[in-house]
């Protein structure tokens, strides 16, 4: 008779997927709800190299009691929410060492039409704060009296620290940039407020990060962590790395099959989506993952031509 011992040693269905993920397979990495998963990041992407960037800026974390803003910029795909996601947890952290109980604000699904204008995405923004503010037990008594008194972002987010609990801060993870210039500086120059601190993704970065460093330069800049796309050497990284937690349990990939991955996935997404999909259809198919037969290029062919016949439906 199975007890719970043996449903927690118990290997996940196919070596990609991750704790509390088993069942959303896609979802990025949430280090701070989720502790068990920060040791599941895997330098892809360039992501160890912007993870040390991020930290360098950070220093003892003493500036970000003040306030700051930070950007995590790159193609679509390439893990930024999960990078996002893993800085959120590291400036929590941090925080915590100037004394701080620092909670995550997650807003970055506020945000339904992406042609509002910057004025009217902030007001969103700004009224949608109040109650998750609430609800992560940041909130002083009476400090709705803050958004009575005003409505408008640009009065209301420089006195936040006011409307927060003594001894605490906000890691607010924001809707990512519509218009990237106007949007990441009006945050990191008229918005800001101590001990609260934004967090943002976008796939639009090029020329504009020295536009915004350029109307930023007298005041607390911005900090950008900037991501690559995925390469073949990424793919291996994170098969390799994914396998390596179940040794023994899971078939391995041939190079031929290692190839024809790479060819297949232009980002991260799809990379733990085919990987995932395929091998579910291989174990499904063998029933017997244990020992079984390598993984090759025609698994992936398969997967990828079953995803076509289903009009692009996911595994």
């Known amino acids: ?61 003493g500036e970000l009691v003040e ?4 950007l995590v910029a790159g193609e679509s795909g ?16 941090g925080l915590a060492r100037h004394n701080l109980r620092a909670g995550v604000v997650d807003m970055t699904a506020v945000l339904e039409d992406q042609e509002r204008s910057v004025d009217q995405r902030m007001l969103r923004v700004c009224h949608r704060l109040l109650p998750l503010l609430r609800k992560a037990d940041l909130l002083r008594q009476g400090a709705e009296a803050l958004w009575d008194r005003y409505d408008d972002p640009r009065l209301i987010f420089p006195e936040l620290d006011t409307a927060l609990e003594p001894g605490t801060a906000a890691v607010v993870l924001l809707p990512s940039p519509g218009d990237l210039k106007l949007e990441v500086v ?45 390469t073949a050497e990424d793919v291996d990284r994170f098969v390799t790395d994914r396998l390596g937690r179940h040794p023994g349990v899971f078939p391995g990939i041939t190079r031929e099959g290692l190839r024809r991955l790479s060819i297949m996935c232009p980002s991260v997404k799809t990379l733990q989506r085919t990987a995932h999909g395929t091998y579910k259809m291989v174990l499904e198919g063998d029933g017997d993952p244990v020992g079984g037969r390598a993984v090759d290029d025609e698994d992936f062919r398969r997967y990828q031509a079953e995803q076509l016949r289903r009009g692009g439906g996911r595994s």
């Not at 306030?67 to 930070?70: A, P, T």
């Open 1 to 61: 008779m199975s007890g719970a011992g043996d449903a927690a040693r118990r290997p996940p269905a196919t070596p990609f997927l991750v704790p509390r993920f088993e069942h959303v397979p896609m979802r990025p990495l949430r280090p701070f709800d989720h502790p068990e998963q920060d040791g599941f990041y895997v330098d892809v992407c360039g992501s160890t190299a912007a993870f040390a960037s991020a930290m360098s800026a950070f220093g003892d974390f």
């Open 67 to 70: 306030g700051g803003y930070v």
């Open 78 to 93: 390439c893990g930024k929410t999960a990078m996002v996601n893993r800085l959120a947890e590291r400036v929590r952290a």
């Open 186 to 230: 009006r945050y990191a120059k008229t918005l800001s407020s101590r001990r609260v601190v934004f967090l943002a993704e976008s796939s639009m970065l090029g020329d504009r990060v020295v536009d915004i460093e350029q109307e930023l330069e007298d005041f607390r800049p911005a900090v950008v962590v900037e991501m690559r796309t995925l």
